[in-house]
């Protein structure tokens, strides 16, 4: 079944929803504070799990620890990709799904280029998909999910008002900002009003604009990765939404940026700061040392250039180990 959706948030909040399963879902600690509050919404709890410098999603032995404490705890994992990694976790769903008792697997792949396929290899439940701001194809709305036969997804009715989804956004962030707990109050911030085209028109839109958009990642990418130093990358695997790098003074560098008429952005504050009680050390970690440059259609090659002379002046590397991705995925 395609679920399709003005959101991809819409198409998980109906998802849980029509689950009703009062146990909680286990997610990264460096996720987008929509997904929790998303959950929120839908009446669902949440425990959240530190991610691995490793890879930067979800740590497999956390997860797994913490299914062994407790069998039959969790209604489910949401493995969100990070900045659009795409290497096979196959394994690691199935495993998931045999340790925890009647548990689901969502496959978030919002900041991965969207595809209308579903994988005939894949044990996920469902696999998500965004269209929406700063996603890889941005067309300002749209999200979709490919759901497994027999998984319930009911409709929500609730009217939208774009102005309690500012406020939201305005809270969140207010309270990350100042590490106090974020209190949710039910407003009717998500969009559920039907789509604006048929889904027809909508793959062929998103499909128009793939090609394109993918070449011109690929063109700034180029520019990045000639024009700053190898030791401040992120690997390849993690540089299809944005360009991203370690560095060891982000604040610095985004200052010298925004001087000369030009911008980059910091990624998510870790959950755990506002949305919960668990340590996240290696979520933390990244956030105190990730850039990400634009490369979309917003952003062009001189804009690039001038990024990386700047970058390439004021950057200093990051202490923490920059290889520790590649030495564990070599190892």
């Known amino acids: 079944m395609i679920a399709f959706e003005r959101r991809a948030s819409t198409v998980l909040f109906n998802l849980v929803r029509a689950r009703q399963d009062d146990r909680p879902y286990l997610i990264p600690a460096n996720a987008c504070p929509i997904l929790p509050i998303t959950l929120l919404k839908a009446g669902a709890e949440f425990e959240l799990v530190d991610v691995t ?20 705890r969790y209604a489910g994992m949401i493995f969100v990709r990070p900045y659009g990694w795409l290497d096979d976790v196959e394994d690691f769903f199935r495993e998931f799904k045999h340790r925890a008792y009647d548990a689901i697997v969502i496959d978030d792949r919002c900041l991965c280029p969207p595809e209308f396929a579903r994988s005939s290899r894949t044990v996920a439940d469902a696999v998500l998909y965004s269209t929406g701001n700063s996603k890889v194809v941005d067309i300002g709305w749209g999200g979709y999910g490919m759901l497994a036969d027999g998984l319930p997804y009911d409709h929500g009715v609730e009217p939208f008002d774009p102005n309690a989804l500012e406020r939201l956004i305005s809270d969140y962030k207010r309270a990350l900002a100042s590490a106090a707990r974020f209190v949710y109050v039910p407003t009717p911030w998500l969009d559920e009003r039907v789509p604006p085209a048929s889904w027809r028109q909508y793959v062929a839109l998103v499909q128009s604009q793939l090609a394109q958009v993918l070449k011109h990642k690929r063109d700034l990418n180029a ?51 506002s949305f919960g009680k668990a340590r996240s050390p290696n979520a933390e970690a990244v956030y105190r040392c990730v850039i990400n440059l634009f490369n979309d259609l917003h952003f062009n090659a001189n804009q690039a250039i001038r990024v990386s002379d700047i970058v390439t002046k004021v950057a200093k590397p990051a202490t923490r180990q920059a290889s520790a991705f590649e030495n564990a995925r070599h190892a």
């Open 53 to 72: 410098e490793a890879t930067l999603a979800i740590d497999p032995y956390l997860v797994f620890e913490r299914v062994r404490q407790a069998k039959g």
């Open 223 to 273: 520019i990045y990765r000639a024009g700053i130093p190898a030791k401040l990358h992120y690997p390849e695997e993690c540089q299809q939404w944005r360009f991203n790098l370690r560095v060891g003074n982000p604040a610095e560098v985004l200052a010298a940026l925004f001087d000369a008429d030009l911008f980059a952005s910091r990624h998510y504050v870790p959950l755990t700061r």
